[in-house]
């Protein structure tokens, strides 16, 4: 007891210092989305490696899991080639050969590395970095073409993704049915719950509708998830709606990480047209 | 027994200034003078370490709330409170020991004081920046904003410097 009162006595300095520093950084980290982002992937770069370790193991126990999932997909994706074959048999398609010699999105499997779900602002890690040609801005979804987020930064092997389940993400959507768009963001009340708002009134929107992606970051027909309850605001000016997310957040694993060859084209003329 | 009168006015002096007129000045991107960790740097050699720890919690605070750091300024001093020591003896071979550090830094010459609290400022803008831009893309510029800034912040803060130890001396 005596030696570890002495011990206590000689570190406590230590101890306090690294305490108030850990909050300091705490509080800065969490002043922009920016400098959460930042830091979280400097931090990852080094504990990424020890995380990715961890997960590697896991990952070794849920291979089977992952072939059938996988083996799902080569099938979907061959069904899917042959009716294009199918439809261009004997008739030039223009537009199905343009795409297959230059496709616009580019597809790069990754794996999570660490996330969290149980915050008002989450944060997803992935095992590509810049080194394997991630950037900011790139669109993230599942296998089973749901999305999950956004990239919002990058290290040299890592990247940090701003999924659905944080209060600050924002992206179009659109309901499959009827082409109305919309704006989707998570207020943070349910991790199995997006809120789509700014709907019109004539949107009809009705429970089950399925509600895609719009943005220029991700090609058409990502889903973000089924209308699950839909009210008329006060003023009867715009729906809003709750989404039931498509996704399970819960168990991400294997993920696609979108890149839009265009993108930055689009950005450009967006820029180009708002400075008019 | 230290000045502690000198040291308030020191203390006072530096955060207005450092407040109302440096954080105001837009030289340029790479020039960005800050006077406050004179005041970790001129405390008494002879304080226990938690009494400076203490203290550059205070003034970071203050900082944060003063100019919206949001904690930046806090953790860029904290460290200082740690290493203020070690930086001592890495810059001018001098140690602190116990009993008669009350006016190490009156007795130290204009060379030692320089250099300890050139290297002081020096850590501290190192630490300070790389926080601030958490980016090595533009490195030079990141390079030629510490080293600018330590330079003109020691130009600044030189005067005070010997002010107050000429003060603590005198006193």
């Known amino acids: ?276 | 027994m230290f000045k502690n009168i000198a040291y308030f006015w020191m203390t006072l002096a530096v955060l207005l200034l450092d407040i109302f007129i440096l954080n105001q000045l837009s030289i340029a991107m790479w020039l960005r003078p800050m006077l406050f960790p004179l005041i970790v740097v001129l405390l008494p050699m002879e304080w226990r370490t938690i009494w400076v720890l203490i203290t550059s919690l205070v003034v970071g605070l203050i900082m944060d709330m003063s100019l919206g750091g949001a904690g930046l300024y806090t953790a860029t001093l904290l460290p200082m409170a740690i290493m203020r020591r070690t930086i001592l003896f890495v810059t001018t071979g001098r140690s602190v020991e116990a009993g008669d550090q009350s006016s190490l830094l009156s007795r130290m010459s204009l060379r030692q004081l320089m250099i300890y609290v050139g290297g002081m400022l020096f850590v501290h803008h190192t630490l300070f920046f790389i926080l601030e831009a958490l980016s090595f893309g533009a490195l030079l510029q990141l390079i030629a904003t510490i080293i600018f800034s330590t330079l003109l912040s020691l130009l600044i803060a030189w005067p005070i410097v010997r002010l107050f130890t000429s003060k603590i001396v005198t006193k």
């Open chain 1, 1 to 276: 007891m005596h030696r570890l009162i002495e011990f206590i006595k000689r570190i406590y300095v230590l101890v306090i210092f690294i305490f108030v520093e850990g909050i300091a950084l705490w509080t800065y980290a969490s002043s922009s989305p920016y400098t959460e982002a930042r830091l979280l992937s400097r931090t990852t770069a080094v504990g990424g490696a020890i995380s990715g370790a961890i997960t590697d193991v896991g990952h070794f126990f849920s291979l089977p899991e992952q072939n059938r999932t996988l083996v799902a997909r080569v099938a979907e994706l061959n069904e899917l080639l042959q009716s294009r074959e199918d439809v261009t048999e004997g008739v030039v398609a223009d537009s199905l050969l343009h795409v297959n010699d230059d496709p616009q999105f580019r597809y790069r499997a990754a794996r999570v590395v660490s996330m969290t779900t149980n915050r008002r602002r989450n944060y997803i890690v992935l095992d590509r970095g810049a080194e394997d040609g991630i950037a900011k801005d790139m669109g993230v979804i599942t296998p089973q073409n749901e999305l999950v987020g956004y990239v919002v930064s990058c290290s040299e092997h890592y990247c940090v993704v701003q999924p659905m389940l944080n209060t600050e993400f924002s992206t179009g959507g659109r309901l499959v049915d009827n082409n109305h768009v919309c704006v989707i963001r998570w207020s943070g009340a349910s991790k199995y719950e997006m809120e789509a708002v700014e709907l019109s009134v004539y949107s009809e929107p009705r429970k089950g509708m399925e509600v895609e992606v719009r943005s220029e970051r991700l090609p058409a027909g990502v889903l973000i998830g089924t209308i699950e309850d839909f009210e008329l605001n006060s003023a009867k000016s715009a729906y809003s709606a709750t989404i039931s997310i498509a996704a399970d957040m819960s168990s991400l694993d294997n993920l696609l990480i979108v890149e839009n060859r265009h993108y930055g084209e689009l950005q450009m003329l967006i820029e180009q047209n708002e400075q008019r």
